[in-house]
């Protein structure tokens, strides 16, 4: 479709749509490759990016042939971005692939995507050196790789706007699906695609079961939640930014609006001492059956089963909790492991309770404030699940933190003397 005639559908289309379109919740997009299925993005997607970069979203991959597509951004087969989830099977690796016109591919290969489960797969680009960034890719959180993102014989740093107003970007569609090479369409779903103009992981980290929020750094989002019709929004700015398929009118090549199978997301998790016990507490929405493993560890390493708390019966948000009564006033480390009927399993972040504690901030999910411990006068900085600091301040004495101007999601609490980090939620 050439380019005049996608932007006039977009604009005759965008009055109607953004009136009678209302978004539905934990919706994602599923494409089956036999009928090729894919969607188109708009036009020049990362034109805007030249510095720091990261790009993100969730996959549950139903197998097939290598290089198959999750995403691919381009003009054609000498200039691309993409993410293939089966290069060299059956090995599974995950690839990331960045070319330029003219200049070599510049390839990060590793991890492996288990077949019918959610995974998290997110690249960044570091651009803290311009002239020699690097690459990182993340499978489940993992770091599986770093390499150069730049071409040694040309000394050409490789930068996501190089690729230019770009007019061939997909999900579920390689630049190569045409002959000679055949390249086949991504079989499985895709949902929660997030660019960045930031580095939001910089090492290993624990994939958070929630929908990515928006922020300053955030380019664009999209959270496949529409359920019904051609479209799909960019949560930036809310306007019509991609059509299933090849174009705005239905065809065999669009994928199919289907519930989420990220059945769980773990809103909050927080835990506190009382009556001679510690008390969890969690907050999570779930669409299907499953349950809680509740775990505890010493050491922050080597975990225990205490119980099991089941899934609620039906599909919802709703709030948990387990007393552990075998608590003997030492400093002990709580995780909940998240066991799914259709998924892998899971686990949450880790939170240490006990006696004596030097540093303390309770609770651990709140709307407006949270209490913070301090022995001493110190700072304490507050970074957003991204890394992003968001706020520093200096404390002289315990007292309520106020939670104004930060969205809700997840943060982490650093006390600078003391080096230790705490997570929250704020709700």
Do not use: C
């Amino acid at each position: 479709m050439k380019n005049s005639t996608r932007l006039l559908l977009f604009v005759l289309f965008f009055a109607v749509l953004s009136h009678s379109s209302k978004a539905q919740f934990n919706n994602a997009l599923s494409y089956n490759n036999g009928f090729a299925n894919y969607t188109t993005m708009p036009n020049g997607i990362l034109s805007g990016i030249s510095s720091n970069f990261t790009i993100e979203l969730w996959v549950n991959w139903a197998g097939g042939s290598d290089f198959q597509r999750i995403l691919d951004f381009g003009n054609g087969t000498d200039s691309y971005m993409y993410l293939t989830p089966s290069e060299n099977s059956p090995n599974h690796y995950v690839q990331f692939g960045f070319k330029l016109a003219g200049l070599p591919e510049l390839k990060l290969t590793g991890g492996t995507v288990p077949l019918n489960t959610w995974t998290h797969i997110a690249v960044t680009i570091d651009y803290s050196s311009p002239s020699t960034p690097v690459g990182n890719l993340f499978v489940g959180g993992v770091l599986v790789n770093s390499g150069p993102m730049y071409d040694g014989g040309s000394s050409t740093p490789y930068r996501p706007s190089d690729l230019g107003a770009t007019t061939q970007d997909w999900l579920g569609r390689s630049q190569f699906s045409g002959s000679p090479f055949f390249d086949p369409f991504f079989n499985g779903i895709i949902d929660e695609l997030r660019i960045s103009n930031t580095l939001r992981y910089t090492t290993s980290f624990t994939p958070v079961l929630t929908p990515f929020t928006v922020d300053g750094s955030t380019v664009a989002l999209y959270h496949f939640d529409e359920g019904t019709g051609q479209f799909t929004f960019d949560a930036v700015n809310g306007a019509i930014s991609g059509f299933l398929g090849s174009s705005s009118a239905d065809n065999s090549q669009d994928p199919s609006w289907v519930l989420s199978t990220l059945p769980v997301k773990l809103i909050a998790f927080a835990g506190h001492e009382i009556d001679r016990a510690i008390r969890l507490t969690w907050r999570a929405s779930t669409t299907e059956s499953g349950q809680f493993i509740i775990e505890r560890s010493s050491d922050g390493q080597h975990f225990q089963y205490l119980s099991t708390v089941p899934f609620s019966k039906t599909p919802g948000t709703f709030d948990y909790s387990f007393d552990d009564r075998s608590y003997t006033g030492s400093k002990n480390y709580y995780r909940i492991k998240i066991l799914e009927v259709n998924n892998g399993s899971k686990f949450s972040s880790i939170i240490l309770i006990g006696k004596n504690l030097v540093y303390s901030a309770y609770p651990t999910a709140a709307r407006d404030q949270i209490f913070v411990t301090v022995p001493k006068p110190t700072n304490i900085s507050i970074y957003n699940s991204g890394g992003v600091l968001m706020k520093r301040i200096q404390l002289t004495v315990s007292q309520n933190i106020y939670l104004t101007g930060l969205t809700n999601g997840m943060y982490y609490l650093r006390f600078e003397q003391s080096k230790q980090t705490v997570p929250f939620a704020k709700l």
